[in-house]
């Protein structure tokens, strides 16, 4: 079966399945993020996003990835060599970090570059509902605001900060420009593996 004989969505949640599977094998053994439950709103997400302009994601990066245009081989084997919360493909502008926010900053600085050179590029911060409670995100979110500069953050909004209901530890989120968030009830896989026993060799 080909991308071409699948939806978009399809495509993806096969994808995060194959990963789940092969790491439950205990072939995988380095932490992964797996997503489920948000490939609507991420499809009509990335229908904003051009190929030339930059992504930057998180531990939970395998959708963004493949919806920026990263062939889906390639991004299999840097999961299975232990990258998966550290993928990055400058060919593609693109960069995720295991570091909770981590991004955002060098996305910021990113933007002003592009802006210096004249560059008609956008960036695309993704950060869960967790690193958009943390300062270092509203620094950003301020700095790029007051600067105008071609920056969008989206806000992955599970409700769990790792295993913590996020309203509880942080309270009501406050809603700024430029930002898009999203809401989604993850059921099928925890906040990290594949929520089954795994056994690495």
């Given at each position: 079966?080909?991308?071409?004989?699948?939806?978009?969505?399809?495509?993806?949640?096969?994808?995060?399945?194959?990963?789940?599977?092969?790491?439950?094998?205990?072939?995988?053994?380095?932490?992964i993020?797996?997503?489920?439950?948000?490939?609507?709103?991420?499809?009509?997400?990335?229908?904003?996003?051009?190929?030339?302009?930059?992504?930057?994601?998180?531990?939970?990066?395998?959708?963004?990835?493949?919806?920026?245009?990263?062939?889906?081989?390639?991004?299999?084997?840097?999961?299975?060599?232990?990258?998966?919360?550290?993928?990055?493909n400058?060919?593609?502008?693109?960069?995720?970090?295991?570091?909770?926010?981590?991004?955002?900053?060098?996305?910021?600085?990113?933007?002003?570059?592009?802006?210096?050179?004249?560059?008609?590029?956008?960036?695309?911060?993704?950060?869960?509902?967790?690193?958009?409670?943390?300062?270092?995100f509203?620094?950003?979110?301020?700095?790029?605001?007051?600067?105008?500069?071609?920056?969008?953050?989206?806000?992955?909004?599970?409700?769990?900060?790792?295993?913590?209901?996020?309203?509880?530890?942080?309270?009501?989120?406050?809603?700024?420009?430029?930002?898009?968030?999203?809401?989604?009830?993850?059921?099928?896989?925890?906040?990290?593996?594949?929520?089954?026993?795994?056994?690495?060799?």
């Amino acid at each position: 079966m080909t991308k071409k004989d699948l939806t978009l969505k399809e495509y993806l949640i096969k994808f995060e399945d194959e990963i789940a599977d092969i790491f439950t094998a205990g072939k995988i053994s380095a932490p992964i993020h797996l997503s489920d439950n948000n490939e609507d709103h991420l499809i009509n997400i990335f229908k904003k996003v051009k190929m030339d302009d930059w992504v930057f994601s998180t531990h939970r990066s395998h959708y963004h990835a493949l919806l920026h245009g990263i062939n889906r081989d390639w991004l299999k084997r840097e999961i299975v060599r232990g990258n998966s919360i550290t993928v990055c493909n400058p060919e593609h502008h693109f960069y995720s970090s295991g570091i909770v926010g981590g991004t955002a900053p060098i996305a910021l600085g990113v933007a002003m570059g592009l802006v210096r050179n004249g560059s008609k590029s956008h960036i695309w911060v993704f950060v869960g509902d967790m690193a958009a409670e943390g300062g270092v995100f509203h620094e950003v979110v301020n700095y790029a605001a007051k600067n105008n500069l071609p920056i969008t953050f989206v806000v992955e909004d599970n409700g769990i900060s790792t295993n913590t209901p996020t309203k509880k530890a942080w309270g009501e989120s406050a809603s700024a420009p430029k930002i898009i968030r999203y809401t989604h009830k993850k059921e099928k896989y925890p906040h990290y593996g594949s929520g089954k026993w795994v056994i690495f060799g």
